[in-house]
């Protein structure tokens, strides 16, 4: 079991936003000076989550630069302490000194492409099934540039953009939380080589220690833990922007929340306590995928952890 460090997760959450955040804002810019309207939506998702982020205006782009920078930090060093708090009890003291796990660009990447693919297929198949009002088109349209309604060729195209985010997400992820890694590895053997003599015997001791734990997997139930606060925090955000600016966003919280309608205490409290269902629900699975796609592609790391 791997004890998190909230710094890692914390700029990994930052470079992944911020970089997203700016392309999103720049091609609407472009496009819009090229006279072409109707392609590209993305900029519309940050309003509905940042509170003081209204439009394309210089003052409003640069306050939800500043929201989603700091932002992405904060989420970092709340839910990154509570996963931890969660699994105190499996860490052990020991296991905290020498503890590299080495995410894999290929195991990340295969994770989000057929997991993503797979809840997008299957929102697709429920779109067909419930009401209007219901449906998940609305936010896809938002996040998927291209994909514009329910026909085989949208669903390929959306296909293929959930494939250039997977690969996104994954190099960021990968190369930012296994520099920290490396550093803290460093770090570890530098100390324990210090405060211990240098036989050969407690450095085998120290290798062996750090193959056993490198690759060590993360526990599923409490990672759903972590992504239902986050998708908890979401919620809320979306509901201090519709207090605030008076905007009526609950076309794209009905799908997940089908009895939000307005913003009220009865409204808000359910919605808080579903959404953190959902984000439950999808963390908790996503980790399943991605430890069995671990195992599948690093077969030897696995080995070792037995």
């Not at 700091?70 to 699994?87: D, E, M, Q, R």
């Not at 080495?102 to 993503?116: H, S, W």
């Amino acid at each position: 079991m791997k004890k998190l460090e909230p710094y890692s997760i914390a700029s990994a959450l930052f470079y992944i936003f911020t970089i997203l955040y700016v392309i999103c804002i720049g091609v609407k810019l472009i496009l819009v000076s090229l006279g072409i309207e109707g392609l590209w939506h993305m900029h519309k998702i940050w309003e509905v989550i940042l509170p003081w982020f209204s439009g394309l205006d210089s003052l409003s782009i640069v306050i939800g630069l500043l929201e989603v920078s700091l932002g992405s930090y904060l989420i970092g060093y709340i839910i990154v302490p509570i996963y931890n708090l969660l699994t105190r009890k499996k860490v052990s003291e020991d296991k905290m000194e020498v503890k590299p796990i080495i995410l894999r660009f290929k195991t990340l990447f295969a994770t989000f492409a057929v997991y993503v693919s797979l809840l997008f297929t299957l929102c697709l198949i429920y779109d067909l099934i419930v009401p209007t009002e219901y449906q998940m088109l609305a936010l896809w349209k938002l996040l998927l540039p291209g994909f514009t309604e329910l026909t085989f060729l949208s669903y390929l195209i959306g296909l293929g953009v959930i494939v250039i985010y997977s690969m996104y997400t994954a190099f960021i992820f990968s190369k930012t939380l296994n520099y920290f890694e490396k550093s803290e590895l460093k770090k570890s053997e530098e100390n324990s080589l210090l405060q211990r003599s240098h036989s050969d015997k407690e450095f085998k001791m120290l290798s062996e220690t750090k193959s056993r734990y490198a690759g060590k997997k993360y526990n599923a139930k409490y990672f759903g833990v972590a992504a239902g606060i986050f998708a908890m925090l979401i919620f809320i955000l979306a509901v201090i922007k519709m207090f605030f600016s008076n905007e009526d966003y609950s076309a794209y919280l009905k799908p997940f929340i089908p009895f939000f309608d307005s913003v009220n205490a009865v409204d808000i409290i359910g919605g808080v306590a579903i959404s953190f269902l959902w984000g439950w629900l999808i963390g908790y699975f996503f980790m399943v995928f991605y430890n069995w796609f671990d195992r599948k592609l690093n077969p030897r790391e696995s080995d070792l952890q037995g």
